[in-house]
Nanobody
Framework: QVQLVESGGGLVQAGGSLRLSCAAS????????MGWFRQAPGKEREFVAG????????NYGDNVKGRFFISRDNAKNMVYLQMNSLKPEDTAVYHC???????????????????WGQGTQVTVSS
């Protein structure tokens, strides 16, 4: 089992940056693909970024390509999301998710992910 706790959200002006962190517990972290998803009020959960168990394969949602960057540190059981050039439309609750014991290309749909964090709020003002 994997438990996930996000941090690093907050209020930022458009054009600014934030770095989200996801702390994972559990012995299967290093063999799990990890993903970041976001959900704004009244909208469906949206894929932001995913990273394979080794960090060698990365996938981004079209809305964040070139602005957001995902990384992981298996020694520390951490996943990060560096968010640059933030826009008001990036405002959402950001969730970290684990696709346990999956070693393939990180998937862009929420269904395969087994564990989810509570989320951290990101608000971008114009």
């Amino acid at each position: 089992q994997v438990q996930l706790v996000e941090s690093g959200g907050g209020l930022v002006q458009a054009g600014g940056s934030l770095r989200l962190s996801c702390a994972a517990s559990g012995r299967t972290f290093s063999t799990s693909a990890m993903g970041w998803f976001r959900q704004a009020p009244g909208k469906e959960r949206e894929f932001v970024a995913g990273i394979s168990y080794s960090g060698g394969r990365i996938n981004y949602g079209d809305n964040v390509k070139g602005r957001f960057f995902i990384s992981r540190d298996n020694a520390k059981n951490m996943v990060y999301l560096q968010m640059n050039s933030l826009k008001p439309e990036d405002t959402a609750v950001y969730h970290c998710a684990a696709d346990e014991n999956y070693t393939g290309y990180p998937l862009a749909r929420p269904g395969p992910y087994d564990y989810w964090g509570q989320g951290t709020q990101v608000t971008v003002s114009s």
